[in-house]
């Protein structure tokens, strides 16, 4: 089995900055693409920010020029640095990662979730 455990989030003033930060653990192999997904309320689920093993990265055009994906494969963790935060940033917002188990199969993980709250 392989968890996914975020950390990070919580409430700030619109302008100010959070760090987010999801750490991968238990039976892996290795991983694929890392990512980055919110939900708003009443909204559907939205890809925020991805990044790949060599560090290549998308962004959302919402979030881009102020959020930064990073990851360290030796942690298998991966990061979302929100600066500029706007009222509509404010979500729940998932990590999720493609994991090769040690069975070498593969399989999508989702992190618990963590809220972001902005206010204007």
């Known amino acids: 089995q392989v968890q996914l455990v975020e950390s990070g989030g919580g409430l700030v003033r619109a302008g100010g900055s959070l760090a987010l930060s999801c750490a991968a653990s238990?039976?892996?192999?290795?991983?694929?693409?890392m990512s980055w997904y919110r939900r708003a309320p009443g909204k559907q689920r939205e890809l925020v920010a991805v990044?790949?093993?060599?560090?290549?990265?998308s962004y959302a055009d919402s979030v881009k020029g102020r959020f930064t994906i990073s990851r360290d494969n030796a942690k298998n963790t991966v990061y979302l640095q929100m600066d500029k935060l706007k009222p509509e940033d404010t979500a729940v917002y998932y990590c999720?990662?493609?994991?090769?188990?040690?069975?070498?199969?593969?399989?999508?993980?989702w992190g618990q979730g963590t809220q972001v709250t902005v206010s204007s």
């Open positions: 238990g039976s892996i192999f290795r991983i694929d693409t």
């Open positions: 990044v790949g093993t060599a560090g290549g990265t």
């Open positions: 999720n990662a493609e994991v090769q188990g040690l069975t070498l199969t593969w399989n999508d993980y």
